[in-house]
């Protein structure tokens, strides 16, 4: 080859790879970034295992008032907790006991794993009238301990126990002296002293049985009842779910699967429970007497819960007379539109109605508690709530007539709950939120009122949110208050004004802070209709580079009946929003309009839509945060949310799919005409028939999962008695159908929250939004929990 031909192929050659070059960068991408087992054990440690056993004196157990008018309460300590017992009369604070004595005591009697000086084993006792002995239960084992002594027992819990084959669940009478429970769909009442067991009821039947708690969502063996003050009578109901559907779940095991069936009404069905109202008689002359309401039976509707069963095992919305004679109680109508204020004689059965609450959309809310109104036959009226003024507020009527007096409570802002009525002094004491101007409106308040309306005065006056546990006698109240960025401290106040008279604890972040945690910050936005102010939290990396680009997640729980935020106390960890954020993200939670704590008109916001889900308001929020920070990424935009907030996450892929790029959908109602039947006709409505459809299918999410762009994860457990897992199956068929691309997870033994496995799902929650949000590869199979985390 000439020189001239050789330096013509060496350019010619040159000129290829120069060509070839640019085109081998396009046709091989980089390779992704790596997160390390470091990077997800850094995040580790901002759950809340890690961070809450950084911040002592926090009060872990609230207090418990004495019949001597002390109380005792329990605080976080290094290493553990202790005890405390305070005398306000006094204003005096010690320690309820010999915290390393009482451990000595414990180890010398029992086997086993050692206890420590604060870490007892147990979370709450009982103190004997004299202040020498404490009762409790620690490792299965009921204790009682001398505390001046340091002497410490077994007591023997066998001598009115049941057979040891049968496990009984006692709803106890206020004197602690009776127990009621049910056998064989019939209600029973034992004496706790002697185990004498007197059967009350006879005509019990399978699915038409007394006291059965059976909300279709949520059952349980034990009897729901309300006892009268002197322990003699019962108020309750006979449950009637004949005709009503049935649920059923299969195990996945070896062998044969495992049916379970249970009457479940559905959204729609003809037939859905019934409860015929009772009095029962307990010591009436030739034995018990069961004494039935004179009215047809009522729906299995409350005002305040899509169950009927209100703190486990009382009836929502009844309430007997101080002296036994009659029974208030509401009845609802099954689309929640109206409710019946009515009033029964316990020995005759009659009942009389004093007024009926209607709304256009529903009366109540499952927001609200069940301490919302109160009967005072001493005087001869009632105290009542309403939304009717667009607030929760208290109202005054006749007891007799029905006849509303005045309205009691003024301004805006809603009564939360009412801890006290004085009726010598016509005080009422209650918590209430959005009544002080210019403060989050979430933040809970204590105030007292009087019965006239006037005089609405504020005992706690820190610009906080207050949890209050007032004295029996009214005398004093314990408050503890804080933010989402300030530590709790707690106060003993009186209750006449609000005046500090002793502080108990102040809560210390220091070791905390030490490991670079930093609180969430409040934000403000406004929602869809560009006014309206809603309020949350953001997270961010604590090593956050503003001069980088962060992706964006939302947690999301649209309501109706809580929100997104939660509690607006001060929390070390609130889910692993924190942790999520370390590893490269900014995370949101925002409540959206339709969520409660708000005005009525802001809880209704999208009643009869329910996949709005808030999501015109989160779309609105996010996309103006990230206006106000450069830093935030609003184009790698991800969602995800548990339950409801599973409904909700599968929506806004579907609904707004270029907004949204990456869901993880666990747990959720999917299509509500497949969820209990209380919760859909109270928010979406009774079902109706139309154009060959129905007013449930649009809020359905399979109907629109043919929009699906972006990658989605569906969740279920094979075993949800809560939500069915049908829910998701229908989605995930739809989007089988309509040829998408998703990934599906499903726990077969799993029920609605996945128990054990709630940690491995944690896990692949930060792993398909590290991978498809943040575009980096996680470590493989990193897992939560193990080792521990130490910080």
Not at 57 to 62: A, E
Not at 187 to 203: A, F, K
Not at 279 to 308: E, K, L, N, Y
Not at 671 to 697: I, M, P, S, T
């Amino acid at each position: 080859m000439s020189h001239r031909s050789f330096q013509f192929m060496r350019n010619y050659i040159a000129s290829l790879l120069l060509i070839a070059a640019p085109l081998a960068a396009q046709t091989t991408p980089p390779a992704p970034r790596a997160l390390t087992t470091e990077d997800y054990a850094r995040a580790e440690r901002f759950l809340s295992a890690a961070t809450s056993p950084l911040v002592t004196g926090t009060i872990s157990v609230r207090p418990t008032w004495l019949s001597d008018g002390r109380f005792w309460y329990s605080v976080s300590v290094p290493n553990g907790t202790e005890f405390a017992i305070v005398d306000p009369a006094k204003r005096a604070k010690s320690k309820a006991f010999d915290h390393a004595r009482l451990a000595d005591a414990i180890n010398a009697l029992a086997s086993g794993d050692r206890v420590q000086a604060t870490r007892l084993g147990f979370t709450s006792f009982d103190l004997s009238k004299d202040g020498r002995e404490i009762t409790f239960g620690a490792a299965n084992r009921l204790l009682k301990c001398d505390i001046q002594t340091y002497q410490c027992s077994r007591v023997d819990t066998n001598r009115a126990a049941a057979s040891p084959a049968v496990r009984v669940i006692f709803n106890m009478s206020p004197d602690g002296k009776r127990g009621a429970f049910i056998k064989d769909y019939n209600l029973w009442v034992r004496d706790m002293t002697s185990g004498r067991e007197t059967q009350l009821t006879s005509d019990g039947i399978k699915d038409f049985g007394y006291a059965t708690d059976n909300a279709g969502w949520t059952k349980s063996d034990r009897a729901v009842l309300n006892w009268s003050p002197d322990s003699r009578k019962i108020a309750t109901f006979q449950h009637d779910g004949r005709g009503a559907s049935e649920m059923f779940l299969v195990s996945t095991n070896v062998g044969a699967p495992r049916l379970q069936a249970w009457k479940y009404p559905l959204p729609g069905d003809s037939v859905i429970f019934r409860i015929s109202r009772v009095v029962i008689d307990i010591d009436a002359p030739g034995g018990p007497r069961v004494v039935r309401f004179q009215m047809p039976p009522d729906q299995h509707r409350s005002t305040v819960s899509d169950h009927i069963a209100c703190g486990g095992s009382t009836i929502c919305d009844v309430q007997w007379y101080p002296d036994a004679s009659h029974v208030a109680f509401v009845s609802s109508s099954r689309d929640h539109k109206e409710a019946w204020m009515r009033v029964a004689n316990a020995s005759t059965g009659e009942v009389r109605t004093l007024f009926k609450e209607e709304m256009a959309t529903q009366v109540g809310d499952a927001s609200l508690t069940e301490n919302l109104w109160r009967v005072l036959p001493a005087s001869n009226e009632l105290i009542w709530w309403s939304q009717k003024e667009n607030w929760t507020h208290l109202y005054l009527f006749d007891l007799s007539t029905g006849r509303l007096k005045h309205r009691i409570t003024p301004g805006e802002g809603n009564v939360e709950d009412i801890l006290r009525i004085d009726e010598k002094a016509r005080t009422i004491f209650f918590t209430g939120a959005g009544k002080e101007a210019g403060r989050d409106p979430y933040f809970q308040h204590f105030y007292s009122v009087g019965l006239d309306g006037r005089n609405q005065r504020l005992l706690t006056p820190e610009n906080a949110n207050h949890t209050v546990t007032l004295s029996p006698d009214g005398r004093y109240f314990v408050d503890t208050y804080s933010t989402p960025t300030t530590p709790p401290v707690t106060l003993l106040r009186d209750a006449g004004n609000g005046r500090t008279l002793l502080e108990l604890e102040r809560a210390d972040i220091s070791r905390l802070a030490a490991t670079g945690w930093r609180p969430p910050t409040p934000v403000t936005v406004k929602a869809r209709d560009g006014r309206t102010d809603i309020y949350g939290l953001l997270y961010t990396p604590t090593r956050l580079d503003s001069t980088k680009k962060y992706p964006i997640i939302n947690y999301i729980y649209p309501g109706p009946q809580s929100g997104s935020v939660g509690p607006r106390s001060f929390a070390a960890a609130r889910s692993d929003h924190q942790a999520l954020a370390e590893l490269g993200f900014v995370v949101v939670a925002l409540d959206g309009m339709g969520t409660p704590g708000r005005s009525k008109a802001f809880a209704d916001a999208y009643y009869g839509d329910m996949g709005d889900n808030t999501l015109p308001d989160q779309v609105a929020g996010m996309k103006e945060l990230a206006q106000r920070y450069s830093w935030i990424d609003i184009d790698r935009a991800g969602i995800w949310g548990h339950s409801g907030g599973g409904f909700a996450t599968a929506a806004a892929m579907f609904r707004h799919p270029d907004f949204f790029k990456v869901g993880i959908s666990e747990s959720g109602n999917h299509d509500n005409r497949n969820y209990e039947d209380d919760w859909g006709e109270r928010y979406q409505g009774l079902l109706q028939k139309r154009n060959g459809g129905d007013n449930y299918a649009d809020e359905a999410n399979q109907t629109h999962a043919r929009n699906l762009k972006g990658k989605l994860m569906l969740v279920h457990g094979g075993l949800d008695n809560n939500v069915p897992p049908y829910n998701t199956y229908l989605v995930a068929e739809a989007l089988a159908r309509a040829n998408k691309d998703f990934d599906l997870v499903v726990f077969p033994n799993a029920g609605h929250g996945f128990g054990a496995l709630s940690s491995y799902m944690m896990r692949r929650r930060w792993d398909y939004f590290v991978k498809n949000l943040l575009g980096a590869e996680p470590p493989k199979e990193y897992q939560i929990g193990r080792p521990a985390i130490v910080p």
